[in-house]
Structures are given as structure tokens and as C-alpha cells.
């Protein structure tokens, strides 16, 4: 059946393994030029490369080292750096920590530009010296990646230097972040060169230490970086204890409510009926995973969302596998160029609607159930009620994971990029609150500020998703009080939600949608991710597509309305169609060589998302109503059910593994669709492991605490 689109996505990324000159993703003329990455008239790679390769050699980057007097640096880092290099024929610390460093290495042209050096080596360094006062000091290494600023007075870049500028104070100050969302096409052509330096040397004595680079390619080249990691760990603060109490609590409660449920189970007794005991039994281990692996079908059943539901969430981790890499140190970046090539690969740089499959969804449980709702209740609801039930329902595993990212996820390993994960902590330990009161994608974030960065980045869905059910309970009531006022205002707000984001992305020279390879223009007044890909009144039209098919549903039930079945063929097939062109048409827009035709751009940045909307609302519709066919029998495998149930564990959970697997890893990856396959698979599994946890420790047992408090209050 054509409606079996939907999956075919998943499908694609094992078709393109099908064809022997394609095993790398990408064959040998979809391989993008290195100047591809730029505009014509920009300074490129290339350029740097051939003109100051020579210049960046070890020896004269080593010659910045061993004179280092000149560079102000603190005096401790300077005296042992002058140990280090008298003591190279003597000792054999300063040769591993020399050893350690970065090379330029082989494959440069074809984009191996992250030389890591050997994180390993220099984090288990260790050596001895004597000082001025005749008392042995020990000397620990301290792993630096500089990164290599290319300047050009064309570029476009924030980060570049005017021409004949040396001064790179602000830019040291504020040194771009793979973690922050930069601009992806540049920081993928940005050289990596790792220095290892004595523990002694803060990132500021680094910084002065190799500033001379940029006097020496004329201004072409600034070095700096984020962060310097030792191989000590820090001290555990108030936070960590705060969350070893709170972890060590709920594991108590786990463990009392498993056992007073196994001894009741075995006594065959009835268990009290009092709060307290409710609320232990609300952690027992036993009536989670019962719960969790069940496959009994109960009388409201809609079937289909499970497998959407899971289905899905296959896309989001596969997604961000791409993506994550995409900004990881690779071997052979330029082929990431001409990824876009393979028509089946579509569905992977165009898999953004992923997140809009959710927002459909959403979308048309709220209509169904609550128009549902209010004919039970004659219209009587408690708003403050549904608030708190929705608060209470997304909030505590949610609340768990960034209490767990503020405090243990440094200490849980280290390697070449583990600095991120840091700096991702620090983010969250300032700025949780805006994630806990679901206003993270509306907060403006000072640029200048290199710690006032959103926690959780991708968690701006949860924000978006919360935003949404506090407007749609009064739409969908004024729909049941008024219909034609409630449909009128659907409608207004429906053609609202297409237009605004066709108008920003417009008016602001923008991308239809996210292409993280398309270098910028400079005729940019804004910046996509920030202006139209978290904002709500730019993302919310796919959950009114599923708001209009919940309440086609509900009429449906209401009516007693049976679809013809040549009425349900023409869905198929007009639904087929438009998943078809949302998700392969705009193929053009992700060739970085193909200008953007503005016109193309406005069309495709207002309808796309909202006719994703209608394909997904109309792909729920027909399953709920008899007219799925196939699709509805795969959707509704009763194998979805318990996976669908840990959808919302396994998207909080599974971003953070693949960064903490990215910025762990010691060397540059290769990029091709078979490894790509590969590490889906492997980030799939543990999230889906993980998540099975998450949703069995803490989402199963707080939802039954929230029926437990609201039935009170009710």
C-alpha cells in the first residue's frame, strides 16, 4: 500500500548499502570540493592549507612553546614548561608529552583535519622536577584542542578577523563551541590541532602562548580554545551530594515498594488501602515492568500511536546519529558535502519532521480526548487540574536527567571533547530553571555570555510541546461550546501558523528549512535554529493539522460515519503524495552549490511542516478508523506497545549517550552510511535499554504519584 511511505524512510538508509560504488554514502563524483564549503570569493581551506601548511609545522609550533617567556603567561606554567624542554635529554616525560600532541596528518585534502593527538597519553602523564627551593614537584598533562580560526575579510563568519588585525583578545574570550549550535558549515572546515601542556598552564596561558600564530599567517589564523581537561576530576560540590541523596531515595522507595509488594504477593493478602502504602507500591519493580510489557489491548484502544509512537523515535536517534557526527573530529569531513545526493538519504538530512510527527500526534489526542471529556463532564473542567496533570506527567524524569547532567555526567568518563559535556553542565546547573518552567525555547541568550547557553538543548520540543497544551484546552473547549466559533478561531489560527514562519524565514533571508551545510550567505538577519526551528508560533502548525483530525475522529464516533472506500484510496494516495514531497522535493535546497530561490524558500518554510501535519493526522485517522489496512496492522504489532511506552525516556536519554560517545572517542571516525547504519543501531539499543530503565524507575512510578495526588484534589 502507498501509505507504507512513512517507514520506507527507515528502509533507505539500508537501500543506498545495495550499491557497490555507493558503500560509502556518497560515490565518487557526489565528493564535494573543499572550496564547496565556502563562497567563490572566500578565503578557503584550501588556501590555508597550501599556504600555511609550511608555517604550521611542529617545529616552529614548537619553537611558540620552548619560547615562551615572551607570552606573559603565569609563572608556574612557564617554569615548567622550561623543565619540560631541558629535561628532553634526560627524562622521558617531556618526550610523551610531546608525543601526545597533534600532527598534521595524512588525507588533510580530503577534509582529515582533526588531529587529536593521543588524549590517553597525555591525561596519564606524569613526571618529576626539582624546584628553585630543591623540593620535587610532580607534572600531570593537561590536554588542549586548538582550534584554528581561518579570518577572511569576505567571510562571513563571526569569528574572523579583519584584515591585517592580530589582536585576538575577543575572540579567545569568546571562543566558539561545537556544542552551541555555531554555524556547521564553518566549524567543519576549522582546523583541530591538541596540545599538551604541564597541568600547571591554565586555558589562558594557552591562549597567550600561541598567539603569535596569527602574527605569523598574517593574521589568517587564530588559535584558541574552549577548555583544557586534566585527568583529575573535581571535588563532589553540595550539588552532587543533593542529587547522591535524592537518587539514593527514590532507590530506597524502589526498593521498600518491590518488597512490601512481593511479600503481600506471596501472602496472597490484600494490601491496605491507606496513602502511604499506595505510594510505595507506586515504585514497586514488579508492577512497573508488568505494566511496561504488557500487551493487553484495553476497550479505548487507538493501536496505531504505539507503533508511531516508536517508529518515530527511530527517526529522532537516527537523526541525530547524522548530525552528531556531522560536528564530531571525522576523517574524511568533505564527504558530508554530497550526502544529500542519494535520494534516499532524504530521509536522514530532511528528517526534522520527525518532531513533527510528534506534534501531530499530540495534537489529535488532545481534541479526541478532551472533546471526549466534555461530553462526559456536561463541560465542567478544572484548567488548573489539566495543567498540573500535564506538569506532573512530563516533568519528573525530565527533572531527574538534568539534575543528573548538572552534577554526575562529567565524572562518568573523560576523552578529546569531554570539555563539552562539562561546559553542557555547567549550562544546566545556571539555567535549569528555564527548562523546569518549560520557557527554554522563548529565553534570549546573551551571545557574549559564554555560560548563558539553553541546558538540554534539544529538549526545546518539551517546551514547544507544553506551550501547545496550554492554548489547545481552550480551542478544543470553545469548539465544543460554539463549534462554528471554535472551528472559525482553529481555522484563523491554522492559516496563521503557515504564514508566520514563511514570513520570518522571508523577511530574514533565512533557510526553508534546517540545512546545516549551507554556508551562510551574509545576507542573514537572523539565524533559522533560533528564529524558526524552536519557536513556537513557528512550529506549531503540524499539532493543529492534528488537532482538525482529532476532531474529525470525534465526529466520526459521534456520527457513527463510515468512510468510503474510494474515499479512503484518494486519502492514501493525496497523503502519499504530500508526505512524498515534503520529505524528497526540496532535495535542490541541501546542494550547497544551487543558490536558493526565495520564492521556493517562503512556499516550502510556511506549508511544509503544516502538510506533514495533515499526511501523519490523516495516516492516524484512517488507522482509528477502520482504514489503515496494512499500515494499521504494523502500527498496532502488539511488539509497539511496550516500545511505544518508553518513546519519552529514550528521547530525553538518547541525545546525551551520543555525545558523551562523540566527545569520549579518541580518534576521528570515517563517514559513511555503513558505519552510520552501524552506530544507529548500537546508540538504538542502549537508549532503548536505558530508557526501559528511566520509564520503569521513575516515569511509571511518578505517573501513578500524580493519579495518587490529583485524585485527591479532584
Known amino acids: 500500500m502507498s501509505s507504507l511511505l512513512y517507514f520506507l524512510g527507515f528502509s533507505c538508509i539500508f537501500g543506498i548499502l545495495l550499491k557497490p560504488d555507493d558503500v560509502s554514502g556518497v560515490n565518487s563524483k557526489s565528493i564535494v570540493k573543499i572550496?564547496?564549503?565556502?563562497?567563490?570569493?572566500?578565503?578557503?581551506?584550501?588556501?590555508?592549507?597550501?599556504?600555511?601548511?609550511?608555517?604550521?609545522?611542529f617545529s616552529n609550533i614548537w619553537e611558540l612553546y620552548i619560547n615562551q617567556s615572551d607570552q606573559n603567561i603565569s609563572v608556574l606554567c612557564h617554569q615548567h614548561i622550561t623543565a619540560a624542554v631541558k629535561l628532553l635529554t634526560k627524562e622521558l616525560w617531556p618526550h610523551e608529552m610531546i608525543d601526545a600532541w597533534g600532527k598534521f596528518p595524512e588525507g588533510i585534502l580530503s577534509g582529515h583535519i582533526g588531529m587529536l593527538g593521543d588524549f590517553e597519553e597525555c591525561m596519564a602523564l606524569t613526571g618529576n622536577l626539582r624546584n628553585s627551593h630543591n623540593m620535587t614537584e610532580e607534572i600531570r598533562g593537561r590536554y588542549c584542542p586548538m582550534h584554528l580560526i581561518i579570518s577572511s575579510t569576505n567571510s562571513s563568519s563571526k569569528y574572523r578577523l579583519k584584515e591585517n588585525e592580530t589582536d585576538t583578545k575577543s575572540i579567545q574570550e569568546n571562543p566558539p563551541l561545537y556544542s552551541i549550535g555555531q554555524e556547521l558549515s564553518l566549524l567543519l572546515t576549522q582546523p583541530t590541532l591538541a596540545v599538551c601542556l604541564p597541568s600547571s598552564c591554565s586555558r589562558d596561558d594557552f591562549n597567550k602562548l600561541f598567539s603569535q600564530?596569527?602574527?605569523?599567517?598574517?593574521?589568517?589564523?587564530?588559535?584558541?580554545?574552549?577548555?583544557?581537561?586534566?585527568?583529575?576530576?573535581?571535588?563532589?560540590?553540595?550539588?552532587?551530594?543533593?542529587?547522591?541523596?535524592?537518587?539514593?531515595?527514590?532507590?530506597?522507595?524502589?526498593?521498600?515498594?518491590?518488597?512490601?509488594?512481593?511479600?503481600?504477593?506471596?501472602?496472597?493478602?490484600?494490601?491496605?488501602?491507606?496513602?502511604?502504602?499506595?505510594?510505595?507500591?507506586?515504585?514497586?519493580?514488579?508492577?512497573?515492568?508488568?505494566?511496561?510489557?504488557?500487551?493487553?489491548?484495553?476497550?479505548?484502544?487507538?493501536?496505531?500511536?504505539?507503533?508511531?509512537?516508536?517508529?518515530?523515535?527511530?527517526?529522532?536517534?537516527?537523526?541525530?546519529?547524522?548530525?552528531?557526527m556531522s560536528y564530531s573530529s571525522i576523517w574524511n569531513i568533505l564527504r558530508i558535502g554530497g550526502f544529500h545526493k542519494p535520494w534516499t538519504l532524504m530521509t536522514i538530512?530532511?528528517?526534522?519532521?520527525?518532531?513533527?510527527?510528534?506534534?501531530?500526534?499530540?495534537?489529535?489526542?488532545?481534541?479526541?480526548?478532551?472533546?471526549?471529556?466534555?461530553?462526559?463532564?456536561?463541560?465542567?473542567?478544572?484548567?488548573?487540574?489539566?495543567?498540573?496533570?500535564?506538569?506532573?506527567?512530563?516533568?519528573?524524569?525530565?527533572?531527574?536527567?538534568?539534575?543528573?547532567?548538572?552534577?554526575?555526567?562529567?565524572?562518568?568518563?573523560?576523552?578529546?571533547?569531554?570539555?563539552?559535556?562539562?561546559?553542557?553542565?555547567?549550562?544546566?546547573?545556571?539555567?535549569?530553571?528555564?527548562?523546569?518552567?518549560?520557557?527554554?525555547?522563548?529565553?534570549?541568550?546573551?551571545?557574549?555570555?559564554?555560560?548563558?547557553?539553553?541546558?538540554?538543548?534539544?529538549?526545546?520540543?518539551?517546551?514547544?510541546?507544553?506551550?501547545?497544551?496550554l492554548i489547545s484546552i481552550w480551542i478544543v473547549y470553545l469548539i465544543w461550546i460554539n463549534r462554528r466559533l471554535g472551528l472559525l478561531l482553529l481555522g484563523i489560527l491554522t492559516v496563521a501558523s503557515i504564514c508566520t514562519p514563511g514570513a520570518i524565514i522571508g523577511s530574514k533571508n533565512l533557510n526553508p528549512t534546517?540545512?546545516?551545510?549551507?554556508?551562510?550567505?551574509?545576507?542573514?538577519?537572523?539565524?533559522?535554529?533560533?528564529?524558526?526551528?524552536?519557536?513556537?508560533?513557528?512550529?506549531?502548525?503540524?499539532?493543529?493539522?492534528?488537532?482538525?483530525?482529532?476532531?474529525?475522529?470525534?465526529?466520526?464516533?459521534?456520527?457513527?460515519?463510515?468512510?468510503?472506500?474510494?474515499?479512503?484510496?484518494?486519502?492514501?494516495?493525496?497523503?502519499?503524495?504530500?508526505?512524498?514531497?515534503?520529505?524528497?522535493g526540496p532535495i535542490n535546497f541541501f546542494n550547497i552549490q544551487l543558490p536558493l530561490s526565495k520564492v521556493e524558500t517562503v512556499i516550502y518554510g510556511g506549508f511544509s511542516r503544516f502538510m506533514w501535519g495533515v499526511a501523519i493526522g490523516w495516516t492516524i485517522y484512517a488507522c482509528v478508523t477502520g482504514n489503515g489496512g496494512l499500515v494499521n496492522k504494523l502500527l498496532s504489532a502488539k511488539i509497539f506497545m511496550p516500545l511505544g511506552r518508553t518513546a519519552f525516556s529514550v528521547f530525553l536519554i538518547s541525545y546525551e549517550l551520543q555525545q558523551m560517545f562523540h566527545a569520549r572517542y579518541p580518534h576521528p571516525l570515517s563517514y559513511d552510511v555503513y558505519f552510520l547504519t552501524n552506530i544507529f543501531l548500537a546508540h538504538l539499543t542502549l537508549s532503548l535499554i536505558i530508557g526501559f530503565g528511566l520509564t520503569v524507575f521513575i516515569e511509571s512510578p511518578f505517573i501513578q504519584m500524580e493519579k495518587i495526588i490529583l485524585g485527591k484534589l479532584r
Not at 570569493?41 to 597550501?50: D, E
Open 35 to 57: 572550496n564547496d564549503f565556502e563562497e567563490p570569493n572566500n578565503y578557503t581551506i584550501y588556501n590555508f592549507l597550501t599556504e600555511y601548511k609550511n608555517i604550521l609545522t
Open 213 to 324: 600564530l596569527t602574527s605569523m599567517t598574517k593574521g589568517i589564523v587564530t588559535p584558541i580554545t574552549s577548555y583544557c581537561q586534566v585527568a583529575e576530576k573535581p571535588d563532589f560540590d553540595g550539588a552532587v551530594v543533593a542529587m547522591i541523596v535524592v537518587s539514593s531515595i527514590l532507590i530506597f522507595i524502589t526498593i521498600c515498594g518491590s518488597v512490601i509488594d512481593l511479600v503481600y504477593s506471596i501472602r496472597s493478602r490484600e494490601l491496605p488501602a491507606t496513602t502511604g502504602v499506595a505510594i510505595f507500591l507506586a515504585f514497586s519493580l514488579q508492577k512497573n515492568v508488568a505494566k511496561l510489557i504488557s500487551t493487553e489491548i484495553p476497550e479505548a484502544n487507538l493501536g496505531c500511536l504505539h507503533g508511531l509512537r516508536f517508529l518515530s523515535i527511530c527517526w529522532v536517534v537516527l537523526g541525530h546519529t547524522w548530525s552528531i
Open 349 to 469: 538530512v530532511n528528517g526534522t519532521f520527525c518532531v513533527d510527527t510528534f506534534f501531530a500526534l499530540s495534537g489529535f489526542l488532545i481534541a479526541y480526548q478532551l472533546l471526549a471529556n466534555f461530553d462526559k463532564s456536561s463541560g465542567h473542567f478544572n484548567p488548573l487540574i489539566m495543567y498540573l496533570h500535564r506538569y506532573l506527567r512530563l516533568t519528573p524524569t525530565y527533572a531527574f536527567l538534568i539534575g543528573l547532567i548538572a552534577t554526575f555526567q562529567p565524572y562518568l568518563s573523560n576523552g578529546p571533547m569531554w570539555g563539552i559535556i562539562e561546559m553542557n553542565s555547567k549550562y544546566c546547573r545556571r539555567n535549569w530553571w528555564q527548562n523546569l518552567l518549560y520557557v527554554n525555547n522563548l529565553v534570549t541568550h546573551n551571545p557574549d555570555d559564554l555560560y548563558d547557553i539553553p541546558c538540554f538543548g534539544e529538549a526545546w520540543y518539551l517546551g514547544c510541546d507544553m506551550q501547545f497544551f
Open 514 to 584: 534546517s540545512i546545516p551545510l549551507r554556508p551562510p550567505t551574509g545576507n542573514e538577519k537572523g539565524n533559522y535554529d533560533l528564529d524558526v526551528y524552536v519557536k513556537p508560533w513557528t512550529r506549531i502548525s503540524p499539532y493543529f493539522a492534528g488537532i482538525w483530525s482529532g476532531y474529525l475522529f470525534y465526529l466520526t464516533k459521534q456520527w457513527h460515519f463510515k468512510l468510503p472506500k474510494h474515499s479512503a484510496k484518494i486519502g492514501w494516495m493525496v497523503s502519499t503524495g504530500i508526505a512524498l514531497s515534503v520529505l524528497y
